[in-house]
């Protein structure tokens, strides 16, 4: 499945549950994308300050990446694509690659959030810098200030989540990324649900369109 939506919207949180209750792999191309710059390998530094700036990356470099990545003996039983597609051409070639590869969508999954709430999210956003775990310092506070709850490993805030950031990814998501949901909708794969409320009733009306889908 693909989860979609503005930056903030949830989708890590709700894809990294997911995942776990699927025992499915969560591939987050934001994910990916960081851990090239953090190892700063050539990709990382070609794309390290695209990232910072909130541009998407090529649709060349992250179709190879995905291409890459879903071959892996862990998406046998198939996969929450988080982040990505992220434009209509990778929305088209993500099509041709999942029929090559006999893995076609069961659904996808529209976070929907008011741009107002998204700068509220993304500002108080911190994530462990060794297992990348989320948390927000208002809504879901770590247990011990600053430190992951399960590695103890240190919070910091990603290069993109400064205000600036933010409004330009809000832009290219209305866009670059608005499109893709358009391209969806014009199938029975676009489940639309809102991001707002608790994390726990986010989860349960995605497993409950889910559960519809498998019906
Ligand atoms: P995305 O992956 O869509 O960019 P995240 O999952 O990283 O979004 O969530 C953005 C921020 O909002 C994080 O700090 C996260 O802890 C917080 N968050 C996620 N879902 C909710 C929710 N339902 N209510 C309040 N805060 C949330
Ligand atoms: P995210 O973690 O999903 O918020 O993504 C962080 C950043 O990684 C984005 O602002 C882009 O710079 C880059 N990125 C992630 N996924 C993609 C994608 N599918 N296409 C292009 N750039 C991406």
């Given at each position: 499945?693909?989860?979609?939506?503005?930056?903030?919207?949830?989708?890590?949180?709700?894809?990294?549950?997911?995942?776990?209750?699927?025992?499915?792999?969560?591939?987050?191309?934001?994910?990916?994308?960081?851990?090239?710059?953090?190892?700063?390998?050539?990709?990382?530094?070609?794309?390290?300050?695209?990232?910072?700036?909130?541009?998407?990356?090529?649709?060349?470099?992250?179709?190879?990446?995905?291409?890459?990545?879903?071959?892996?003996?862990?998406?046998?039983?198939?996969?929450?694509?988080?982040?990505?597609?992220?434009?209509?051409?990778?929305?088209?070639?993500?099509?041709?690659?999942?029929?090559?590869?006999?893995?076609?969508?069961?659904?996808?999954?529209?976070?929907?959030?008011?741009?107002?709430?998204?700068?509220?999210?993304?500002?108080?956003?911190?994530v462990c810098s060794e297992c990348?775990r989320?948390y927000?310092?208002?809504?879901?506070?770590p247990?011990?200030?600053?430190c992951c709850d399960v590695d103890g490993a240190p919070l910091?805030?990603?290069?993109?989540?400064?205000?600036?950031?933010?409004?330009?990814?809000?832009?290219?998501?209305?866009?670059?990324?608005?499109?893709?949901?358009?391209?969806?909708?014009?199938?029975?794969?676009?489940?639309?649900?809102?991001?707002?409320?608790?994390?726990?009733?986010?989860?349960?009306?995605?497993?409950?369109?889910?559960?519809?889908?498998?019906?």
């Amino acid at each position: 499945m693909v989860l979609i939506g503005p930056p903030g919207a949830g989708k890590g949180t709700q894809a990294s549950i997911l995942a776990a209750h699927y025992h499915i792999p969560h591939i987050s191309t934001g994910d990916m994308l960081r851990q090239e710059v953090k190892l700063s390998t050539t990709i990382g530094r070609q794309i390290k300050d695209c990232l910072a700036a909130g541009n998407l990356v090529s649709d060349s470099m992250i179709l190879g990446l995905v291409e890459m990545r879903l071959q892996q003996m862990d998406c046998r039983q198939g996969f929450i694509l988080d982040g990505f597609p992220r434009s209509q051409v990778q929305a088209e070639a993500t099509h041709a690659l999942l029929e090559r590869l006999a893995k076609p969508l069961t659904a996808v999954v529209q976070l929907i959030m008011p741009d107002e709430e998204i700068v509220t999210r993304l500002s108080f956003r911190r994530v462990c810098s060794e297992c990348t775990r989320t948390y927000h310092l208002l809504y879901n506070a770590p247990k011990t200030e600053d430190c992951c709850d399960v590695d103890g490993a240190p919070l910091i805030q990603r290069a993109d989540d400064t205000e600036n950031s933010i409004r330009n990814r809000l832009t290219v998501y209305h866009r670059q990324t608005e499109p893709v949901v358009e391209y969806y909708r014009r199938t029975p794969l676009l489940k639309e649900i809102s991001a707002e409320g608790e994390v726990n009733s986010i989860t349960q009306a995605i497993l409950s369109a889910l559960a519809k889908v498998a019906a």
